[in-house]
């Protein structure tokens, strides 16, 4: 925006000058040819009086001697044909002149002046004067240098005020484009000053209005997130109620095993709908342990179904870019889409291992497998809900990694693999309040 508005400034500043110095240019021009004119016109009337009442000799002298102080040629057309003076051919305008009509006429050489003397007894004498080219034009080079340099810092001035003021306008619009950057990546409490034109005030505080707005709708939509899972308490504690009640004690510990650990996740739920802000903190979990943890959870509902599992698990530590609880509800996922989508009976296999600068978790199963292709929040082709493997996409973008679904065989056998990547930086961290995901 800058670049045009200077270059609009230059385009108005050269039109505005050419329309102003051109004219000045040529009026200086005329200017100097004119007073050249009048100049070597008024030595020749000098002699007017001596051609029309004077003998020969006399003439001779006085126009001699005035060819010898101005320099110009000059000469003296009498009746009879004489001419004195500097030698000079009869031209037209001579001849002219000698019917009783002065005037000036341009010529290759520059400008001759001719003026018709009457009164003498013989007839009509002649005065000619030559101005030359270089006379006529002395100083207009000069002069236009003059004018080209001043029309040359006139449009620096414009151009340098244009920018200026352009640089104030550019400056508001370079505010309001950071901070809606910022607003973007999650950082709801950036604001802008208000600044520049009144347009862009106005703009400015229409951004601000909207910020708020945005973080008053969050605000309510966590409320209303917290208030559904607090809802689940109340099934969760019939549920634990009716595990009590159950006549084998390990099936107790079983069920009010997995009780706990709903409602801890149904705890973690709310706490994070409700204070999910910014945090400089760095992401990170062990994957050994998380992943451990997990498939021994699932393992017993393996059991119970017939299923056999295969487990190669790389020893830890192996740090993650991804928080314990989000990494957690990834293989929660991953293995929940084994039981849901294959039948009882179906074997599987859990592998964990590293490679330079990535984890890698692999699932695969010997059921009907899945198609292949871009994982969509909502979509599913299994009848479900669609945003379990949406889950495991956004804890591995988290992390730096990536999600790869398709089949480990032509004729079926699903197979997913989550790679994560390692922990960064706070700095390098990216915001964790995420709007997206309230």
Same mark, same amino acid.
């Given at each position: 925006?800058?670049?045009?508005?200077?270059?609009?400034?230059?385009?108005?500043?050269?039109?505005?000058?050419?329309?102003?110095?051109?004219?000045?240019?040529?009026?200086?021009?005329?200017?100097?040819?004119?007073?050249?004119?009048?100049?070597?016109?008024?030595?020749?009337?000098?002699?007017?009086?001596?051609?029309?009442?004077?003998?020969?000799?006399?003439?001779?002298?006085?126009?001699?001697?005035?060819?010898?102080?101005?320099?110009?040629?000059?000469?003296?057309?009498?009746?009879?044909?004489?001419?004195?003076?500097?030698?000079?051919?009869?031209?037209?305008?001579?001849?002219?002149?000698?019917?009783?009509?002065?005037?000036?006429?341009?010529?290759?050489?520059?400008?001759?002046?001719?003026?018709?003397?009457?009164?003498?007894?013989?007839?009509?004498?002649?005065?000619?004067?030559?101005?030359?080219?270089?006379?006529?034009?002395?100083?207009?080079?000069?002069?236009?240098?003059?004018?080209?340099?001043?029309?040359?810092?006139?449009?620096?001035?414009?151009?340098?005020?244009?920018?200026?003021?352009?640089?104030?306008?550019?400056?508001?619009?370079?505010?309001?484009?950071?901070?809606?950057?910022?607003?973007?990546?999650?950082?709801?409490?950036?604001?802008?000053?208000?600044?520049?034109?009144?347009?862009?005030?106005?703009?400015?505080?229409?951004?601000?209005?909207?910020?708020?707005?945005?973080?008053?709708?969050?605000?309510?939509?966590?409320?209303?997130?917290?208030?559904?899972?607090?809802?689940?308490?109340?099934?969760?504690?019939?549920?634990?109620?009716?595990?009590?009640?159950?006549?084998?004690?390990?099936?107790?510990?079983?069920?009010?095993?997995? %009780?706990?650990?709903?409602?801890?996740?149904?705890?973690?739920?709310?706490?994070?709908?409700?204070?999910?802000?910014?945090?400089?903190?760095?992401?990170?979990?062990?994957?050994?342990?998380?992943?451990?943890?997990?498939?021994?959870?699932?393992?017993?509902?393996?059991?119970?179904?017939?299923?056999?599992?295969?487990?190669?698990?790389?020893?830890?530590?192996?740090?993650?870019?991804?928080?314990?609880?989000?990494?957690?509800?990834?293989?929660?996922?991953?293995?929940?889409? %084994?039981?849901?989508?294959?039948?009882?009976?179906?074997?599987?296999?859990?592998?964990?291992?590293?490679?330079?600068?990535?984890?890698?978790?692999?699932?695969?199963?010997?059921?009907?497998?899945?198609?292949?292709?871009?994982?969509?929040?909502?979509?599913?082709?299994?009848?479900?809900?669609?945003?379990?493997?949406?889950?495991?996409?956004?804890?591995?973008?988290?992390?730096?990694?990536?999600?790869?679904?398709?089949?480990?065989?032509?004729?079926?056998?699903?197979? %997913?693999?989550?790679?994560?990547?390692?922990?960064?930086?706070?700095?390098?961290?990216?915001?964790?309040?995420?709007?997206?995901?309230?």
């Amino acid at each position: 925006m800058r670049g045009r508005l200077a270059l609009l400034a230059a385009a108005v500043s050269v039109l505005v000058l050419a329309a102003f110095l051109v004219p000045l240019a040529l009026l200086v021009r005329d200017v100097t040819a004119d007073r050249a004119t009048v100049r070597a016109t008024a030595d020749a009337q000098g002699l007017v009086t001596v051609v029309g009442t004077a003998d020969t000799d006399t003439i001779r002298l006085t126009v001699e001697q005035l060819v010898a102080e101005s320099g110009r040629a000059v000469s003296v057309f009498l009746p009879d044909g004489t001419v004195l003076g500097a030698p000079a051919p009869r031209t037209p305008a001579v001849a002219l002149a000698a019917r009783g009509q002065s005037l000036t006429a341009e010529f290759d050489g520059g400008r001759e002046v001719v003026i018709a003397v009457q009164g003498r007894p013989d007839g009509t004498g002649v005065i000619r004067t030559v101005v030359p080219a270089g006379e006529l034009t002395a100083g207009v080079t000069r002069s236009w240098l003059v004018l080209a340099l001043l029309g040359s810092v006139l449009v620096l001035v414009a151009l340098a005020v244009a920018d200026r003021l352009a640089r104030t306008l550019v400056r508001s619009i370079t505010d309001l484009s950071t901070v809606s950057h910022r607003l973007a990546n999650a950082e709801l409490d950036a604001r802008v000053a208000p600044a520049g034109p009144a347009e862009l005030r106005e703009v400015a505080g229409a951004l601000n209005h909207l910020a708020g707005r945005i973080q008053v709708l969050l605000r309510e939509e966590r409320e209303q997130v917290a208030d559904l899972s607090h809802r689940l308490r109340t099934p969760l504690t019939a549920l634990r109620l009716e595990a009590e009640s159950l006549r084998d004690p390990q099936d107790t510990a079983r069920v009010t095993a997995a %009780v706990d650990g709903l409602e801890r996740a149904v705890t973690g739920l709310i706490r994070q709908a409700r204070w999910r802000t910014p945090t400089a903190e760095v992401a990170a979990c062990d994957a050994a342990a998380v992943v451990a943890d997990r498939v021994a959870f699932w393992s017993v509902l393996a059991e119970d179904t017939g299923r056999a599992v295969t487990l190669d698990l790389a020893e830890g530590p192996l740090p993650v870019g991804v928080p314990a609880d989000e990494l957690a509800a990834a293989v929660d996922a991953l293995l929940g889409n %084994v039981f849901a989508h294959t039948p009882d009976g179906t074997p599987f296999t859990v592998r964990l291992s590293s490679t330079p600068g990535q984890v890698l978790l692999t699932v695969a199963d010997e059921g009907p497998g899945m198609p292949a292709g871009t994982v969509r929040r909502g979509a599913s082709h299994g009848g479900s809900t669609g945003l379990g493997l949406d889950i495991v996409r956004q804890a591995a973008q988290a992390s730096g990694g990536s999600l790869e679904v398709g089949n480990a065989r032509p004729d079926g056998g699903a197979r %997913v693999v989550l790679r994560l990547g390692p922990p960064r930086d706070a700095a390098d961290a990216p915001p964790t309040g995420d709007p997206g995901r309230s």
